[in-house]
């Protein structure tokens, strides 16, 4: 019977470095985009949670009823609000949401005349009117402000 010969200590060594080697070089390139992406979506989340914790509006009380003012005509309805920056953030593209008999909810558009816009925008301790026309039918009980810059922060007046 013939026997076989061990592949040497030193060959063996030198195949399992190169073997290693070859699959760094396959995972690598993957290993770092991902550490990449990783990072850009903790940095972006950072700076959008710095930025909503600057962003700060309400309702002008001083203005209508507790900072809005509500025409109701039934085919026309017209609504206008003044609210304050009182936060540190320039904010603008701003949204209504209007809470009709209680469940409905409406988004009708700022009117493009008193819409705030990045160019233009509502700047710390500004005020600013917002008006929509919208054709409403039934009660408002409620009145909300979004805007664009950090939509988890809003202005809220129940009516």
């Known amino acids: 019977m013939k026997r076989m010969k061990a592949i040497s200590p030193l060959i063996s060594a030198v195949m399992v470095i190169l073997i290693a080697f070859a699959l760094s070089a396959l995972i690598a390139p993957w290993a770092f985009e991902i550490a ?6 903790t940095g972006g989340y950072a700076e959008q949670q710095m930025i909503c914790q600057n962003t700060a509006y309400d309702f002008d009380t001083n203005y209508g009823t507790n900072g809005v003012n509500w025409t109701s005509t039934g085919t026309n309805d017209n609504l206008t609000v003044k609210i304050v920056n009182t936060g540190y953030q320039n904010l603008y593209n701003f949204s209504f949401e209007l809470v009709i008999n209680d469940t409905v909810i409406l ?3 700022v009117t493009d005349a008193t819409q705030k816009t990045s160019i233009n925008p509502l700047e710390p301790s500004q005020s600013t009117f917002l008006n929509t026309t919208a ?16 939509p988890s922060v809003y202005a809220r007046q129940e009516l």
């Open 36 to 41: 990449r992406q990783q990072t850009n979506q």
């Open 107 to 109: 988004r009708p558009d």
């Open 135 to 150: 054709n409403i039918s039934g009660t408002l009980s409620e009145v909300k402000i979004l805007n664009i810059v950090c």
